[in-house]
């Protein structure tokens, strides 16, 4: 007994725990691309030179988890089909996923009433829904990761409070008529398509 090794002890350590070439039976392992993490060194060694250094390693921390984004600005309750069809596309090819992001009016009027002003903003959420839903719908038959969100104030405050919200939104994408101050405040490069 005092010479005799464990049977066990002939298989090595990490393959005694499933920590082998190939993950255990049943457990799925997520592998983040070396392009998306060559992607995000990049950034953060931009973001460190230039002084940045908190944002450099939030960038680092994330390790390129999640997919990057391009976000379609509408136009009012609406958004272009030429804009959106372009979007999807776009979003289809590169892999990245895409937010319909509809704008709506900053503040209630002193005439309206709080029910009023509730009302205004509800069907506002609902009508922009409505007009995003046929390309929302596109973006499944093209397995593009698409959504729509609702804001409510100036269009580059708006872009700029999803995009932080959502991190990793690499482009903008905007019709020509939409307001100047998107391209301002965006914390990502906006694309006018005409």
Excluded: W
């Excluded at 390693?57 to 390790?63: E, P, T, V």
């Excluded at 997919?67 to 372009?86: D, N, P, Q, T």
């Excluded at 005439?111 to 409505?130: I, L, Q």
């Amino acid at each position: 007994m005092s010479g005799e090794r464990p049977k066990h002890s002939r298989v090595p350590a990490a393959r005694r725990l499933g920590l082998g070439p190939r993950p255990p039976q049943g457990v799925r392992v997520d592998r983040v691309p070396l392009r998306v993490c060559l992607d995000d060194y990049a950034e953060a060694l931009t973001l460190a030179e230039s002084g940045e250094l908190l944002l450099a390693g939030k960038i680092i921390a994330r390790r390129g988890k999640g997919r990057k984004r391009i976000i379609v600005l509408g136009r009012g309750r609406s958004f272009s089909a030429r804009l959106s069809e372009y979007a999807l596309h776009l979003a289809a090819r590169l892999g990245y996923g895409l937010v319909f992001l509809s704008v709506g009016p900053a503040g209630r009027s002193e005439e309206n009433t709080p029910d009023m002003h509730r009302f205004v903003r509800e069907s506002f959420a609902f009508a922009s829904s409505e007009a995003a839903r046929p390309f929302l719908l596109k973006a499944l038959e093209l397995n593009v990761e698409a959504g729509h969100m609702v804001h409510f104030g100036e269009s580059g405050e708006a872009v700029r409070a999803v995009s932080d919200g959502l991190h990793r939104v690499e482009l903008i994408l905007s019709d020509p008529g939409n307001d100047a101050d998107v391209g301002r405040l965006a914390p990502a490069a906006v694309f006018t398509v005409s």
